[in-house]
């Protein structure tokens, strides 16, 4: 099937489980920039979750780059995944359309 209109509107890269407690979460629909910083829990083993919506803000892919933390999903995954760093008060993720630059 097709998408329809309200679908852009409504589809927003958003965080589905936090590894930690969120200091802030911001998404610009416009250019799809998503900006989540929480500060880690470091008993929890589990990665953050953050919901991607590729087919609708991304489709030539996104840029995701964390501080405090690294990417453990796939590459333009639908699910992107963060695995806090060991140690450290911040993790910060951000997501942009395109590829990042390397």
Do not use: W
């Amino acid at each position: 099937g097709r998408l329809r209109p309200t679908a852009r509107v409504l589809a927003r890269t958003y965080p589905q489980a936090i590894a930690g407690k969120p200091t802030s979460v911001s998404f610009d629909p416009t250019s799809g920039r998503f900006r989540l910083a929480y500060a880690p829990d470091h008993a929890v083993r589990a990665a953050t979750v953050i919901m991607v919506p590729t087919r609708i803000h991304y489709p030539s892919g996104y840029c995701a780059r964390v501080s405090g933390g690294s990417v453990v999903s796939e590459l333009d995954s639908q699910f992107l995944e963060v695995a806090n760093a060991p140690t450290g008060r911040a993790v910060v993720v951000t997501v942009t359309a395109g590829h990042c630059a390397v």
